[in-house]
């Protein structure tokens, strides 16, 4: 029999058309799909209908050290059976999504991987509301950082002079304000968090790092801080003007 193999693909940020032409093609000739959470349902439609679709999320915040293992055994054991397999991830697999373990551990089992990127909620999330995260005369870089956990030194990225664009961060919002303040970043710094963003059920609050609060908020949700945001606030003004 011959080998199988497996390929990592990027499922975009929300909505179900920010997928790559090339992910969609991926799908169609999966044998089996390996989902998350936050892969839009719709997406499975474009796998055959035969094809196994194997759910492979977890609720965010949950231990993952031995669900991320057994995702590795099912990838493995499909690929050694000879199955084209799809893992399907949210937003970019490389971005905050473990696609690098899963690439390096199926390179040390000898299976034949395949990398399709995917628009990362970061930046599209933003884009979507009329936020670049980089802007000519505003911000010359911007910083990608994890909410979660507790290692971040949030003193060095107040001094940055970058945009943050925190991913995970909604459970620790109030703690990573306040240390950003506590680093001495203006309270009137343009701040921003995005829920559900590309979806339908999108929400978002635009404020300052003074003032800002997302309260009811419980889906997906990024967390941008910088003058950036300020282009927001135009673009939603100019939009309820027309
Ligand atoms: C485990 S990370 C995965 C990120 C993903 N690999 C990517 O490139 O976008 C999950 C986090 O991404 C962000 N996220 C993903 N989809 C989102 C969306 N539609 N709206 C807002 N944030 C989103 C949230 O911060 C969420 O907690």
Redesign the pocket.
Known sequence: MSEGKVVLV?A????PDLITLRGVEALRHADVVLY?R?THPALLEHAPIDAERIYCGRA?GAPGDDRQESIHDLMVRHARAGRVVVRL???????????GEELQALIAQGIEVEVIP?????I??PAALGIPVTHRGLARGVTFV???GGETDWSALARSGTTLV?????RNLERIVSALKSAGMSPQTPACV??????RS?RQVLATLGTLSAAGFE?????VVGEVVRLARIALQEKKAA
């Not at 949210?90 to 905050?96: A, S, T, W």
């Not at 925190?166 to 909604?170: A, S, V």
Request: aromatic share 6%; charged share 10%; glycine share 28%.
């Open positions: 990027g975009g940020p929300g909505a998350d936050l965010p991830k949210g937003g970019d697999p490389f971005v905050f999504g473990r696609g995917g628009i990362t909620a970061g599209s999330v994890s909410g979660h925190i991913y995970m961060g909604l995005i829920e559900n963003g590309t979806l999108q889906g997906p949700a990024i967390i």
